[in-house]
C-alpha cells in the first residue's frame, strides 16, 4: 500500500471513530440467535450452529448500545471473508459498518489473513461501500452473479 492509501485508510478511520458514539467490541455466543435473525439464510438450527462456530473462532467486531447489546456487527467465515454484517435499522446511517469493516480488515490483516468478500452484482450500494474502502472486483470473476472483491493490503 502506498502511503496515499495509507493516509485515506487512516483518515477514514479517525474520522469513522468520530462518528461512531458506542464503543467496538466483540461478540459472544449469546449473540448467536440474534446475528442468525438477520441473516437471509438463517432460522435454521444449522445457520445457528455455524454462526456459533463463527463468533467462537473466528474475528468479528461489533457496536454495542449504552447497555453492552450489539446494534451493528460483522464477521468472517471460515474461509476467512468478511461476512454477515448488519445494522439494526435504527442505528443505520451513522458509520457502524465503515468503523467495523476497518477495525476487522486491520484485525485479519495483522493476523496474516486474507481479506476479501463478495458482493451480489445486483448490490450497488454495498460495492460502491467497500470499492471506497480499496476492494477491487477479481477481473476472473466478473461473469458470476456475485464479485468476489479483494484487497491486498491494509
Known sequence: MDSLDTQIME???TISWKLLQLPISTLDESHAELVDRHLAYGGSQESLIHVRACIRHLPNHCVTDEKGRPVSWMLSDELCELRMAYTL???RRTGH???LSLALMRRMSSAGLPVYCHVNRQN??????VTALGFLACPSMEKMSVLLICKDKV
Open 89 to 91: 435499522p435504527e442505528y
Open 124 to 129: 450497488q450500494t454495498t460495492i460502491n461501500s
Open 97 to 99: 459498518l465503515l468503523a
Open 11 to 13: 483518515s477514514s478511520l
